[in-house]
């Protein structure tokens, strides 16, 4: 439920918070957003350490059925897993970004674009003539991806993977949204919610795999 209360929350905000953040980030001068290398590692680079993790735990959880020993970590692995192919693959990517049909800030009139200014909360299904796929941000799903392990760690009583999945949350999730949205890819709101989305869904699938918190006596 708290993922969807801070939704509520903060959405009739979120326009004016999208257009003064990237405002920020925007030359007046060169009609240009932010531009350097380190901008352009991070968006190269950034998501690699969620998708080693999600490949890791597929990995795992493939084995599982090969090494007894590796049973005990078949749901939590299949968690992991999940997570980043139901969350960030299809929610993120399939459904909402190639449907949702909201200009990025580069593409936007304020920004030199031709397009005009969309809440993302008022979807276009129509065609447009520049693709629009602002909504949510793919990084920046696979930066807050890393929930799942605090989600996890709670889950196992586990202190260390709490704080682990806490800091890398922290590290690659602001890194890969900062990123986005310095370059004009994203608008505050794309990266929030992609957040909000990657641990609605971690929450959720957990709940599913580990209800009766059975894994540590399995």
């Known amino acids: 439920m708290l993922p969807l209360i801070i939704w509520l929350c903060i959405t009739p905000f979120t326009p004016r918070i999208d257009l003064a953040l990237s405002h920020y ?6 009609k240009h957003f932010a531009s350097n290398a380190f901008y352009q590692w991070v968006y190269n680079y950034g998501a690699w350490p969620g998708l080693f993790l999600a490949v890791s735990a597929l990995v795992v959880f493939i084995l599982s059925f090969f090494i007894h020993a590796w049973q005990k970590w078949r ?8 997570t980043c192919a139901i969350g960030s693959g299809l929610v993120v990517h399939a459904i909402l970004k190639e449907n949702w049909g909201r200009p990025r800030p580069r593409q936007i009139t ?63 999730g602001t890194l890969l949204s900062l990123t986005r949205v310095a370059q004009g890819g994203h608008f505050f709101s794309d990266v929030l919610f992609s957040g909000l989305i990657m641990w609605w869904c971690a929450l959720s699938i957990n709940w599913l795999l580990h209800q009766k918190a059975y894994e540590r006596t399995h």
């Open 110 to 172: 304020e920004f030199g674009g031709q397009l005009n200014f969309r809440p993302y909360y008022v979807p276009y299904f129509a065609k447009q003539p520049e693709k629009t796929k602002s909504f949510p941000s793919g990084h920046s799903s696979m930066g807050f991806y890393f929930l799942v392990l605090v989600v996890l760690g709670y889950t196992l009583k586990n202190k260390s993977l709490i704080y682990m999945g806490a800091i890398c949350t922290l590290l690659f």
């Open 25 to 30: 980030f925007y030359s007046d001068s060169t």
């Open 75 to 82: 749901s939590s692995a299949l968690l992991l897993v999940l």
